[in-house]
């Protein structure tokens, strides 16, 4: 007697090992997704140096403002980029003077790890201080 087909034992076990990859590639991805953000928070930060000099010197009258942040829509734009990663706020901050800023955020794959940008160049991991100066973190 010659029969076709698969028996229910062995299509289980196919269901099994399909369930096991699956499990395995998800559980890959979440990695993948976080890599993904803290990539899109440090390129939004990145573009923040570029709009930040158009706001001082078109809008600005050749000075930061702590209004900055609210009132160009290129820097509000990107703010809310960085916001919709997830995490905390960034952290963003204008000295006295108007000379200088700095801008840092939580990356979201390491959490106790900051990205901070500033008007002087900066930017790597650290933190925005209230002096609108990043310090690097060790």
């Known amino acids: 007697m010659n029969k076709k087909g698969f028996t229910l034992i062995e299509l289980l076990v196919v269901i099994a090992i399909i369930g096991i990859l699956s499990g395995a590639v998800v559980v890959s991805m979440s990695g993948a997704q ?33 209004t900055m942040w609210e009132e160009d829509e290129a820097i509000k734009s990107l703010l809310a980029d960085i916001d ?4 905390n706020d960034p952290v963003k901050y204008v ?4 000379t200088a800023w700095c801008v840092s955020k939580d990356l979201i794959s390491d959490s106790t790890t900051h990205w901070c940008v500033s008007d002087t160049g900066f930017n790597a991991a650290g933190t925005c201080t209230d002096t609108a100066v990043c310090t690097p973190e060790l």
């Open 95 to 98: 000295d006295t003077t108007g």
């Open 84 to 87: 919709a990663q997830g995490g």
């Open 34 to 66: 976080e890599s993904a953000k803290d990539a899109r928070i440090k390129s939004s930060l990145g573009q923040m140096r570029t709009a930040t000099e158009i706001y001082r010197y078109t809008t600005g009258g050749g000075v930061y403002k702590t």
